[in-house]
T-cell receptor
Framework: GAVVSQHPSWVICKSGTSVKIECRSL??????MFWYRQFPKQSLMLMAT?????????EQGVEKDKFLINHASLTLSTLTVTSAHPEDSSFYIC???????????FGPGTRLTVL | GQNIDQPTEMTATEGAIVQINCTYQ??????LFWYQQHAGEAPTFLSY??LDGLEEKGRFSSFLSRSKGYSYLLLKELQMKDSASYLC??????????WGAGTKLIIKP
């Protein structure tokens, strides 16, 4: 149980385009989903926290207009990187949590390369 | 500020035992997590401690002392596949997870 999927697993796009990444909890309802970014050989960096039906809470330094998060249902959250640039190239990982006392289950990650 | 400290890198021998330490200073405490992350992959959950003491799960054990702000992850009978980064994370009073930078564990034959 507690499986989280992400799609796509990797994407290459041109600078200036937008990319949407989906995160789904497959066998449980996630009250909260998290979006992380990880650069090579660095630790996870939390970008934002989203609760179903409400606006995401962004971490300091993360541009909410650039990284659009939609948590449409208890099993789906999307991250859209708008007007992507090469510096946005990174490993984006989502996680989902059933309740605030539960552990986070991570998706397999999406590797974004912006040319 | 909030801080999680763990060693950057450790090396151990196949079949041996290794202990990865984690110290923390956070705004409140609602549990400590250990995750394993292989290179290029997402983290996977290993253990959770909220009360003092040792939690054992197969070859892996995790210990917590809340008064000392200290935890360790103990890996026994090391296997080559245990080569990975091990992330310590503490849930603070706002139920936010504060992440350590991770410890890269290198297993040698």
């Amino acid at each position: 149980g507690a499986v989280v999927s992400q799609h796509p697993s990797w994407v290459i796009c041109k600078s200036g385009t937008s990319v949407k990444i989906e995160c789904r909890s497959l066998d449980f309802q996630a009250t909260t989903m998290f979006w992380y970014r990880q650069f090579p050989k660095q630790s996870l960096m939390l970008m934002a926290t989203s609760n179903e039906g409400s606006k995401a809470t962004y971490e300091q330094g993360v541009e909410k207009d650039k990284f659009l998060i939609n948590h449409a249902s208890l099993t789906l959250s999307t991250l859209t990187v708008t007007s992507a640039h090469p510096e946005d190239s990174s490993f984006y990982i989502c996680s989902a949590q059933m309740g605030e006392w539960d552990e986070q289950f991570f998706g397999p990650g999406t590797r974004l390369t912006v040319l | 500020g909030q801080n999680i400290d763990q060693p950057t890198e450790m090396t151990a021998t196949e079949g041996a035992i290794v202990q990865i330490n984690c110290t923390y200073q956070t705004s409140g405490f609602n549990g400590l997590f250990w995750y394993q992350q292989h290179a290029g992959e997402a983290p996977t959950f290993l253990s959770y401690n909220v009360l003092d003491g040792l939690e054992e799960k197969g070859r892996f054990s995790s210990f917590l002392s809340r008064s000392k702000g200290y935890s360790y992850l103990l890996l026994k009978e090391l296997q080559m596949k245990d080569s990975a980064s091990y992330l310590c994370a503490v849930r603070d009073s706002n139920y936010q997870l504060i992440w350590g930078a991770g410890t890269k564990l290198i297993i040698k034959p």
